[in-house]
């Protein structure tokens, strides 16, 4: 009787892993692999090394991407696609937001900024009235 319920106890532990590990990622790959099939001339997409660009030839193994305005183009494999668009990270908008929300302190320091700031400011002023 022992044995059978350590039998049971290992098909259900493995029933869960099968489920809440194995099966999502399966499901990942095949999303993934999809949205590289599904590619088209004029989307934009992040490769996996963080390179943003539009899609200007797609061939059956690699794309040809345009990386900026002045037309710099690369040839990438199509595994190297991360996601369609640009991606941002978590850690930039919550420290941007962190930025847009100063301390009580920092908000008193902030309305007068300091003489060397105005000072500088006056310059640029200068030299872009002289330009």
């Not at 319920?5 to 095949?30: G, Q, T, W």
């Amino acid at each position: 009787m022992e044995g059978a319920s350590s039998l049971i106890m290992l098909v259900i532990v493995v029933a869960v892993f099968y489920f809440m590990l194995i099966r999502p990622e399966n499901k990942r790959k095949k999303q993934a692999e999809a949205m590289r099939n599904s590619l088209k001339k004029g989307d934009v997409i992040t490769t996996i090394g963080g390179i943003v660009g539009k899609v200007v030839t797609v061939k059956p193994d690699t794309i040809v991407i345009e990386t900026s305005d002045d037309r710099v183009r690369m040839e990438l494999t199509k595994w190297a696609v991360s996601t369609t668009g640009v991606q941002s990270s978590d850690t930039q908008t919550s420290k941007k937001k962190e930025e847009e929300k100063p301390a009580e302190d920092d908000a008193e320091k902030a309305e007068e900024p300091a003489p060397a700031i105005q000072e500088t400011e006056a310059a640029e002023a200068d030299a872009e009235k002289k330009d």
